[in-house]
């Protein structure tokens, strides 16, 4: 079974975002692990858990915001809301589904979470951090002034 693997596009050079992305996405190799396997019940267990570490992740992210005097931190946290209720929805109707059909879709919906959060909405916050130096993209150094 091939791993979902780490980009480097999915790098934000703040270690503690990136550590909390790095965890989501082990998690979401663990959703399609025990979808592989054919697992249902593992499949729920693990994307309970993706949401469960998103919040504390967003919660983590949202209090950087704060510090960094994030413009954007209000519609970064609707973004936060907005894909955790769909993320929630969604995963509720796998479990609805008959089991022939839910394999991929479990690796799919865990995977669309995940990319929803680092591509959708966090890679905005990484242009802010680039024009205002606290980031550089070129070696991912990051000062605080
Ligand atoms: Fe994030
Ligand atoms: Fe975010």
Redesign the pocket.
């Known amino acids: 079974m091939q791993k979902y693997e780490w980009q480097g596009i999915y790098e ?1 050079s703040v270690p503690e ?1 990136d550590g ?2 790095k965890t ?1 996405l082990e998690i979401v190799n663990l959703v399609a692990q025990a979808a592989h396997a054919g697992n249902r019940e593992k499949c729920n267990k693990e994307l309970s858990r993706l949401l469960e570490f ?1 919040l504390s ?2 919660s983590r ?1 949202e209090q950087l915001f704060d510090a960094w005097g994030y413009g954007e931190a209000d519609v970064h946290r609707q973004h ?1 809301a907005g894909i955790y209720q769909k993320a929630l929805d969604n995963f509720r109707k796998l479990d609805t589904l008959p089991e022939n059909e839910t394999n991929a879709r479990y690796c799919d919906e865990a995977l669309a979470y995940f990319i929803d ?2 591509i959708g ?2 890679m905005k ?1 990484k242009s802010f951090l680039i024009e205002r130096g606290i980031a550089t993209p070129k070696d991912g150094m990051m000062s605080v002034s």
């Open positions: 934000l975002l909390d992305h989501m998103s992740h967003f992210e936060h959060e680092v909405g966090d916050i």
